[in-house]
């Protein structure tokens, strides 16, 4: 068992929350687990199909992305929440 906590996501138009298990690579990983459908085409920083606006707490990158991210928005198939997320799918 890990010790590394689970972190809750919020998605903006959604009421329950989604837990981000410790074993789950990416945040999109855990959208497509809950059935959430989310825009994405290489699972690796390059293309930013997955963008979303950031609108509350912090994330890390697994790897450095590619692809051009704005101020407030983090790229779904690359990170992972440091904290509770709250997020707003483009």
């Given at each position: 068992?890990?010790?590394?906590?689970?972190?809750?996501?919020?998605?903006s138009d959604?009421?329950?929350?989604?837990?981000?298990a410790a074993q789950s690579s990416s945040l999109l990983e855990t959208l497509e687990q809950a059935k959430?459908?989310?825009a994405y085409q290489c699972r690796?920083?390059?293309c930013g199909a997955c963008r979303a606006k950031l609108?509350?707490?912090?994330?890390a990158y697994n790897q450095e992305p590619l692809a051009f991210v704005r101020d407030g928005e983090i790229l779904l198939c690359c990170t992972k929440p440091l904290t509770d997320i709250k997020l707003t799918l483009i």
């Open positions: 068992m890990s010790d590394v906590p689970s972190r809750k996501i919020t998605v959604r009421t329950e929350p989604l837990e981000f959430i459908e989310v690796e920083g390059f609108d509350s707490g912090e994330v």
